[in-house]
């Protein structure tokens, strides 16, 4: 009996031998087409959730138009004209005219922010026609891109693409996401939040800036990017012992705000006349946060129907309450500089004498998105699911129906 032996010229290599193998040629970097194509397999699926659900929306107000409503439509693009109510109007009017001196009702438009009619009226030059049509050209693109960048964000914070997409996915099915994709700014305001977080967290501070102006012209709010994005560059200093300068770009987003101001001069000699103009309409100043909430829990009484105090009191509180509570749990769980917009905003939200809007403007906390993603895939995360579901075709429903739903 003869013994088998292995010559170690034709033995199979060992882990040992594959590592050092890996260290003397490491692997080429991939080349630009390859890191496209990475990118469009990652945001392809979001896009399509995004048009998916873009195209049940409109599914879903053709059919409680026809139905619940009565109505006719007498060719397609009529059953988009059902969603040209309440702000929408007041946008586009500012997007075909510009800011009107004249007026009763046009001069009460100075109160609507410049960013969003100022992209309808870009892409109105661009497909020219109706400014209807350019407004959900407008809404469509900014969803698209807001619900991608959110995800980036996940991404950039260590997420893998499944936390990404579910982030994502939370998003696009909030209840009051519907707004993402109607001739209203929340779309368009996200996408410039989202943009400015992703410029700061891979280090595009001039990039920052110049979205978080942007943000700034199309909602009041966007100017609470400057003290979150500082919280993210003291967070980026502490980690690196190094000051970037770079990061005083943050500091640009006050010019988005200016920009506002100085039309209100122009218009009306007052740089701040925007607020006399939501007093003497929407009797909104700003007010103790406190006395707003008091004021809130104790109004049950001036409605004599209860679903107007399910809209106007205990929706507006839930939202503001989802918002906080999301808000807290990020400085726990996610970073500090999200949990600073998110706080500065529900402060906004609750610093006003007459509270109204907060589920749609909720959506521009994004901490929410970031947190539910977080959730493993199992029982709490379709039950997330299937409520937020059943609450976006509940509002979506009373919207198209032409009824307030925020």
Same mark, same amino acid.
């Given at each position: 009996m003869s013994a088998t032996t292995s010559n170690p010229a034709t033995a199979a290599p060992t882990r040992v031998d594959e590592a050092l193998a890996e260290l003397a040629d490491p692997p080429a970097a991939p080349s630009r087409r390859q890191r496209v194509r990475q990118e469009l397999r990652f945001a392809g699926p #979001?896009?399509?959730? *995004?048009l998916g659900?873009? +195209?049940?929306?409109?599914?879903?107000?053709g059919v409680v138009g026809e139905t619940l409503g009565n109505r006719g439509f007498e060719s397609f693009f009529e059953r988009f004209h059902m969603w040209n109510v309440w702000d929408a109007q007041q946008y586009l009017g500012v997007a075909e005219f510009g800011y009107r001196t004249v007026g009763e009702a046009e001069r009460t438009q100075i109160a609507f922010f410049p960013g969003y009619p100022m992209a309808v009226r870009a892409v109105h030059a661009v497909i020219p026609g109706d400014f209807l049509a350019a407004a959900f050209v407008t809404s469509a693109i900014?969803? #698209?891109?807001?619900? *991608?960048?959110?995800?980036? +964000?996940?991404?950039?914070?260590?997420g893998d693409d499944a936390q990404a997409t579910r982030a994502a996915w939370f998003l696009l099915i909030f209840p009051t996401a519907y707004f993402l994709h109607l001739p209203y700014t929340e779309s368009l305001f996200l996408t410039f939040v989202l943009g400015a977080f992703v410029a700061a967290r891979t280090g595009h501070w001039a990039t920052a800036g110049i979205v978080g102006a942007l943000a700034a012209m199309t909602r009041l709010n966007g100017i609470l990017l400057i003290p979150a994005l500082a919280v993210e560059a003291y967070l980026q200093y502490r980690r690196s012992g190094r000051f970037d300068r770079r990061s005083l770009w943050? +500091?640009?987003t006050g010019a988005g705000l200016a920009f506002y101001l100085a039309i209100n001069q122009h218009y009306f000699g007052d740089p701040f006349h925007f607020q006399q103009v939501q007093a003497e309409n929407w009797s909104k100043h700003f007010q103790n946060p406190i006395k707003t909430v008091t004021g809130m829990l104790g109004g049950y009484d001036t409605w004599t129907k209860p679903g107007e105090g399910l809209m106007v009191i205990s929706m507006e509180l839930g939202f503001m309450t989802l918002g906080l509570v999301a808000s807290l749990l990020?400085?726990?769980?996610l970073?500090?500089?999200?949990?600073?917009?998110?706080?500065?905003?529900?402060?906004?939200f609750a610093s006003t004498?007459?509270?109204q809007s907060t589920p749609r403007y909720v959506l521009t906390v994004f901490p929410i998105f970031l947190l539910l993603a977080k959730l493993r895939p199992g029982w709490l995360s379709m039950l997330a699911s299937a409520?937020?579901?059943?609450?976006?075709?509940?509002?979506?429903?009373?919207?198209?129906l032409g009824h307030w739903a925020f």
């Open positions: #979001i896009v399509g959730l *995004v659900i873009k +195209l049940l929306l409109f599914w879903l107000g900014a969803s #698209i891109t807001a619900a *991608v960048l959110l995800a980036q +964000l996940v991404r950039a914070d260590g943050i +500091l640009v990020a400085w726990r769980y970073r500090p500089s999200y949990a600073v917009w998110g706080l500065l905003n529900v402060l906004l004498s007459w509270v409520w937020s579901m059943a609450a976006f075709a509940w509002l979506a429903t009373l919207f198209a």
